[in-house]
């Protein structure tokens, strides 16, 4: 059973960086595909970022200022968040799929069929 631990949220200035990692334990993170999503206050859960065997994927509301990336030996997916803005304020989850692809993650499809998510980290982004 693949379990999946995010880290790396905080409080940052617009303007600033962030880098959140999503661990991955019981499985190696190269049979999955991984997705990043976030859900701001009375909004719905959206995708951000993706990373799978074929390719990574980033939303255009992101592209440019973030960066997805999958290290095999730490196991680990990280999403390099920069010159972040007040509206990026959401809590940041990871996903992992054995079976969705890229393209169908980020169109939330599925959304709770995933074979797992992680418990969220805070990112916050205000002066």
């Known amino acids: 059973q693949v379990q999946l631990v995010e880290s790396g949220g905080g409080l940052v200035q617009p303007g600033g960086s962030l880098r959140l990692s999503c661990a991955v334990s019981?499985?190696?993170?190269?049979?999955?595909?991984i997705g990043w999503f976030r859900q701001a206050p009375g909004k719905e859960r959206e995708g951000v970022s993706c990373i799978s065997n074929t390719g990574t994927y980033v939303k255009d509301s992101v592209k440019g200022r973030f960066t997805i990336s999958g290290d095999n030996a730490e196991n680990t997916v990280y999403l390099q968040a920069e010159s972040l803005k007040p509206e990026d304020t959401a809590v940041y989850f990871c996903a992992a799929d054995k079976y969705y692809s890229c393209a169908t993650m980020m169109s939330g499809t599925g959304l709770y069929e995933y074979d797992a998510w992680g418990q969220g980290t805070q990112v916050t982004v205000s002066s």
């Open positions: 019981g499985q190696s993170l190269d049979y999955y595909t």
